[in-house]
């Protein structure tokens, strides 16, 4: 199984400051890396998915980055509605698994 | 629009059994695979199960692999997660979740959940 580990566990950040979240993998996923975004009492949204690309109607402030085993989900100046938790997915491999989630949250 | 619409939750008890039904509209259904991903209470999201969009080939992850069933209907444009000798571990809200493009295997569209409780 594919171990997917988020760090920080907690981000805390004002608004217009830039969030930069990290997943890593425990093997290789080569680009079959997707971020959501879930906030509270609602179902997780996608936001990128094969490491860079954006699903539709993700603002462009939110960009994907990375290969293999370490990628990044960097929000450029995080707006109000962005403070939510993060989880990355990946899909190489069976099972599919998702990273533990970082919480962004409101300094 | 898309839709997606999880009915059959509730309480059972250890040993129990349930189905979950998730009813989509908006799409074509019979050209996408689906899946059940779910999240304990507090806790982060784990996959269960998967259905390529012709309903042969299913996945499982280990925890629920004998346990659980997942099937569709493509003329009811449904699918359903029979869940069998369940257990408090599988205390969660179930989302059905519509997989990217016909095999992409990352979710673009998932439903608003359906409550399992696992309790005696």
């Known amino acids: 199984e594919i171990v997917l580990s988020q760090s920080p566990a907690t981000l805390s950040l004002s608004p217009g400051e830039r969030a930069t979240l990290s997943c890593r993998a425990s093997?290789?996923?080569?680009?079959?890396l997707a971020w959501y975004q879930q906030k509270p009492g609602q179902a997780p949204r996608l936001l990128i998915h094969?490491?860079?690309n954006r699903a539709t109607g993700v603002p462009a402030r939110f960009s994907g980055s990375g290969s293999g085993t370490d990628f990044t989900l960097t929000i450029s100046s995080l707006e109000p509605e962005d403070f939510a938790v993060y989880y990355c997915?990946?899909?190489?491999?069976?099972?599919?698994?998702f990273g533990g989630g970082t919480k962004v949250e409101i300094k | 629009e898309v839709q997606l619409l999880e009915s059959g939750g509730g309480l059972v008890q250890p040993g129990g059994s349930l189905k979950l039904s998730c009813a989509a509209s908006?799409?074509?259904?019979?050209?996408?695979?689906m899946a059940w991903v779910r999240q304990a209470p507090g806790k982060g999201l784990q996959w269960v199960s998967a259905?390529?969009?012709?309903?042969?080939?299913?996945y499982y992850a280990d925890s629920v692999q004998g346990r659980f069933a997942i099937s569709r209907d493509n003329s009811e444009n449904t699918f359903y997660l029979q869940m069998n000798n369940l257990r408090a571990e599988d205390t969660a809200l179930y989302y059905c979740?519509?997989?990217?493009?016909?095999?992409?295997?990352?979710?673009?569209?998932w439903g608003q959940g359906a409550l399992v409780t696992v309790s005696s």
């Open positions: 979740a519509k997989v990217l493009g016909t095999s992409n295997w990352v979710f673009d569209s």
């Open positions: 908006g799409f074509s259904f019979d050209m996408h695979a």
């Open positions: 259905i390529h969009a012709g309903g042969a080939i299913t």
């Open positions: 093997h290789s996923v080569r680009s079959h």
């Open positions: 094969d490491a860079s």
């Open positions: 997915q990946q899909r190489t491999d069976w099972p599919l698994t």
